[in-house]
Nanobody, 131 residues
Framework: QLQLVESGGGLVQPGGSLTLSCAAS????????IGWFRQAPGKEREGVSC????????DYVDSVKGRFTISRDNAKNTVYLQMNGLKPEDTAIYYC????????????????????????WGQGTQVTVSS
C-alpha cells in the first residue's frame, strides 16, 4: 500500500524559503502524478501544485506561480516543493497526495490539482510564515 510522508516544514520569515519533501514507501511513485495541497485553519484544503508521473507537466495555483517549484526524483521515490518568497498567507499544513489513477493527468489542473483526484494522504507538515 502506498504511504506518503511529508517533511521540511518549519517557521520562516516573510520572503524566506523552504523545501518540502514527499517521500513514498510501499509502492513506486513512477506511475502516479503527485499533488501538493495545503489547509489553513478554518479553511478548506486547496490544491497548490502538481506534477505528472513523467515529470513533463507541472501546474500551480495562481497565488504561488513564480514562487513555488515542484519537481520529482523517481529514483528516490520523492517529490519536492521548493517555496521561495514565502508570505504569511502561505501559512498552512501542507500535504502531498498521489493520483488515484495511474498515469492520469488533466488539463483541468491548470490552476492547481483537484482534491478528488488524489489520495494516499500523508500526515502533513506545518509551514508558518511570520516575522
Amino acid at each position: 500500500q502506498l504511504q506518503l510522508v511529508e517533511s521540511g516544514g518549519g517557521l520562516v520569515q516573510p520572503g524566506g524559503s523552504l523545501t518540502l519533501s514527499c517521500a513514498a514507501s510501499g509502492y513506486t511513485l513512477d506511475y502516479y502524478a503527485i499533488g501538493w495541497f495545503r489547509q489553513a485553519p478554518g479553511k478548506e484544503r486547496e490544491g497548490v501544485s502538481c506534477i505528472s508521473a513523467s515529470g513533463d507537466s507541472t501546474d500551480y495555483v495562481d497565488s504561488v506561480k513564480g514562487r513555488f517549484t515542484i519537481s520529482r526524483d523517481n529514483a528516490k521515490n520523492t517529490v519536492y516543493l521548493q517555496m521561495n518568497g514565502l508570505k504569511p498567507e502561505d501559512t498552512a499544513i501542507y500535504y502531498c497526495g498521489a493520483a488515484i489513477r495511474p498515469f492520469y493527468y488533466s488539463s483541468a489542473y491548470a490552476n492547481g490539482p483537484l482534491l478528488w483526484d488524489f489520495g494516499s494522504w500523508g500526515q502533513g507538515t506545518q509551514v508558518t510564515v511570520s516575522s
